[in-house]
């Protein structure tokens, strides 16, 4: 299957710090990707969904301006925890799925976030 | 009612049978479905996805999709101690919309 691949795997920063983590299709384009975030023990939860040269379109009750997101080429987007605080403290996934075609989402490997 | 809906489990079963994890979806203009797996502290991996009414095998796979009755499963033969990991059924509907159940946890008993 194609591969996606998210940088970092883990991050550990202080309250206060932003922290920008990488979601980058390695064998296809993607017009599309998505972020989640997930708690441990808990479901997947779609923060946003992410547009090559456009704004990204974030789930209700997401702060876009805590959580940024840039999606700057078909291959590369960025998701950045602004100011982090200890309760942002999660799992972050990104995800893609290849233009043209039949639909299937390839997930990263997640970041995980610990904010201190 | 929840858009997809999927058995929390745990679903547990012996070393070597089959197991059946099940997923029923509420939109009926859905068009695809999706099984996913993830073990615990790891991001999801696309095992199968189907739209078309039917069995879809793949290995020791098999998706099956009834559109009629608005559900999907999946069963796992011959299963191994290292399928138990949680399942989900993921939708798709238009072009950039998903939507993921809360999965199935399962555990294969050695």
């Not at chain 1, 379109?57 to 080429?73: C, R």
């Not at chain 2, 745990?10 to 859905?30: F, H, M, Q, W």
Request: aromatic share 12%; hydrophobic share 35%; net charge neutral.
């Amino acid at each position: 299957g194609a591969v996606v691949s998210q940088h970092p795997s883990w991050v550990i920063c202080k309250s206060g710090t932003s922290v920008k983590i990488e979601c980058r299709s390695l064998d296809f384009q993607a017009t599309t990707m998505f972020w989640y975030r997930q708690f441990p023990k808990q479901s997947l939860m779609l923060m946003a969904t992410s547009n090559e040269g456009s704004k990204a379109t974030y789930e209700q009750g997401v702060e876009k301006d805590k959580f940024l997101i840039n999606h700057a080429s078909l291959t590369l987007s960025t998701l950045t925890v602004t100011s982090a605080h200890p309760e942002d403290s999660s799992f972050y996934i990104c995800s893609a799925s290849p233009t043209g075609g039949v639909g299937e989402l390839f997930f990263g490997e997640g970041s995980r976030l610990t904010v201190l | 009612q929840k858009e997809v809906e999927q058995n929390s489990g745990p679903l547990s079963v012996p070393e070597g049978a089959i197991a059946s994890l099940n997923c029923t979806y509420s939109d009926r203009g859905s068009q695809s479905f999706f099984w996913y797996r993830q073990y615990s502290g790891k991001s999801p991996e696309l095992i199968m996805f189907i739209y078309s009414n039917g069995d879809k095998e793949d290995g020791r796979f098999t998706a099956q999709l009834n559109k009629a009755s608005q559900y999907v499963s999946l069963l796992i033969r011959d299963s191994q101690p290292s399928d138990s990991a949680t399942y989900l059924c993921a939708v798709k509907r238009g072009t950039y919309k998903y939507i993921f159940g809360t999965g199935t946890r399962l555990k294969v008993l050695a």
